[in-house]
């Protein structure tokens, strides 16, 4: 015999059917970026969380690592990182002083926005203990010991965040005092440093059905996590709900839309400052087995772009640079981004170009031509200006 459905699920299901079929003929402009060989691998790669300036990412993996293989195939889970350098991630490793004990699991639950406070249960795959609580400096996890004991509990806590200020912690719990299954939770430091006593999030985020996964947005104006309940396309799916502050909280969860929520548990999201690329894992066709961790770009926040600036002189005193035409194209393929003329008086110019790879082509009467590649960086690699004097030679 199969497992049966009772009625209230077979409904739940119908319900998750309907509220997909109408995501799904809005979908939001966004677009997946799989982050890759360096980060993901054939087994599932999960609970991406990153810093607000992309800096680097920490998250879980049950890859075939030399750890203990579960009866379901994939091996105990263990805390991956992976910093930025000239805009590109490197390859993830083991995240140094998690201790990643190959007999048990370790899952990072949450992080806060600076990287600096790392949250992460360990113990057997699927079982929560205590969510701890541990410093991050210099690429190795220190101080490692339990949040406060009002935070753990002998109920089940699943997950947690910071906010920026590390003053407030968001949690999960099943607890009583809830509106059912697991919600998130609120505790604040009091003046004297100690925490104060939880607070329910109240019933504008949490349902009768499961929360997961709180995360804020940088600005604290949002508040991101996952739902079974409120307008969810199938599982869980990601929300966010703005700061209200007349009520002081949190109110009016909008569902993120498709193709961000699938049919499939979508779970822990984070967002980096600028708003336009956000964090998440996922079943997509083009990935490398199980959950795959993608970066979404939000196309409809605009991209954060970089001022190329300089000035152009003769580099023999005797010879005087009259006028000059800049063109500048795309690397990869040649196409022409734009053509610029500097300054007439100062020849000076000024040249706003989004990530991605320029070849800049400078020509002037009676000097020879010069040309420079110039790469715009993203993630934490990104520079609001870069400047670049070029000196001609006459011919």
């Known amino acids: 015999m199969g497992s049966e459905f009772s009625v209230e699920e077979a409904q739940i299901e119908i319900e998750y059917c309907e509220n997909a079929y109408e995501l799904m003929k809005f979908p939001k402009d966004c677009t997946f970026e799989n982050l890759g060989a360096h980060i993901n691998s054939a087994f599932p790669d999960y609970f991406p969380f990153v810093t607000i300036d992309e800096r680097f990412i920490a998250y879980t993996s049950t890859r075939d690592d030399g750890s203990e293989k579960l009866p379901n195939g994939t091996y105990a889970s263990n805390i991956y990182f992976s910093e930025v350098k000239e805009g590109e991630y490197q390859d993830g490793i083991p995240m140094p002083g ?6 048990e699991s370790e899952v990072i639950v949450g992080m806060s926005g600076d990287g600096s406070q790392i949250l992460l249960i360990k113990g057997e795959e699927g079982v929560s203990g205590d969510i701890l609580s541990a410093d991050f400096h210099d690429g190795m996890l220190e101080n490692m010991k339990p949040l406060d004991q ?37 505790i604040k430091k009091l003046p004297n440093g100690k925490w104060g006593v939880p607070f329910n999030a109240s019933p504008d985020v949490n349902t009768e059905r499961d929360e997961d996964f709180p995360n804020l947005s940088p600005d604290g104006e949002f508040l991101y996590f996952s739902s079974k309940g409120h307008f969810s ?14 009520s002081l909280r949190f109110v009016n969860p909008r569902n993120l839309g498709y193709p961000i929520n699938s049919v499939d548990d979508d779970m822990n999201f984070r ?45 023999e005193p005797q010879f005087d640079v009259l006028s000059a035409e800049i063109t500048v194209t795309y690397l990869n393929n040649g196409e022409l981004f734009g053509i610029y003329t500097p300054n007439p008086n100062s020849l000076r110019y000024v040249i706003i ?21 110039v790469k715009i960086l993203g993630k934490s690699s990104f520079q609001p200006e870069i400047e670049r004097d070029l000196k001609l030679v006459a011919k």
């Open 150 to 186: 009002k935070v753990n509990s002998k109920f089940r806590e699943i997950a947690a965040s910071y906010s920026l200020d590390g003053n407030s912690i968001y949690f999960v719990s099943d607890r009583p005092g809830g509106y059912g299954g697991t919600d998130i939770w609120i």
């Open 353 to 373: 170009l989004p990530p991605g790879e320029f070849e800049v082509f400078v020509d002037s009467p009676g000097f020879e031509p010069v040309s420079f590649e």
């Open 98 to 103: 998690a201790t990643n004990d190959p007999a």
């Open 271 to 315: 967002i980096s400052r600028s708003g336009r690329y956000g964090y998440m894992s996922a079943l997509r066709k083009d990935g490398y087995g199980d959950y795959d961790i993608y970066r979404v770009t939000i196309n409809e926040v605009e991209s954060e772009y970089s001022v190329l600036r300089g000035e152009i002189t003769s580099a």
């Open 233 to 246: 396309m199938g599982g869980y799916d990601i929300f966010k709900a703005k700061w209200n502050l007349d």
